[in-house]
């Protein structure tokens, strides 16, 4: 796998296994806490033939990515096909479920009704591009990339 200091695009993550995407998460920093749109990418059955298209699926009919507001430590999502701006979290620095290093945590369990039960981490991998991971409960479901 090549270091963390490689340029990482959204295409290559799409290409990346499971076990590649833990472990850059793992040799990232958190990096400052992102201000402003971040278009999303969902990372689903990673290192399958099947994750760019899931992606773009999801990608066109359900979440399009994340509106941080880093002064006021909350973000909203973009979902729907439209665009809705909905679903706030509540955003920190805190340790990781994966590896128990800081990491940003995305929190949803005391401002959403729809997603009190999820959890996001990110890490900055590259300029402007984060890595997340979603838990449901303790759970690991996804990952996903922002980029800024």
Avoid at 83 to 88: F, M, N, R, V
Wanted: some cysteine; glycine content about 8%.
């Amino acid at each position: 796998m090549p270091s963390v200091a490689d340029a990482y695009t959204v295409p290559r993550l799409l290409d990346m296994t499971q076990a590649d995407l833990d472990t850059l998460f793992r040799e990232s920093e958190p990096g400052p806490i992102p201000d402003g749109e971040g278009a999303g990418t969902a990372i689903v059955a990673a290192g399958t033939s099947f994750t760019p298209e899931i992606a773009s699926f999801i990608n066109l009919f359900a979440w399009q990515g994340k509106i941080f507001d880093a002064k006021s430590g909350l973000l909203r999502n973009r979902i729907l096909p439209f665009g809705l701006s909905a679903i706030i979290a509540k955003v920190y620095l805190a340790s990781s479920w994966l590896d128990e290093k800081d990491c940003i945590v995305l929190d949803y369990s005391e401002t959403s009704l729809v997603a009190h039960w999820i959890r996001d981490e990110i890490r900055l991998i590259g300029p402007g591009l984060y890595l997340g991971k979603v838990y449901w409960g303790k759970d690991r479901l996804i990952d996903f990339a922002l980029q800024f």
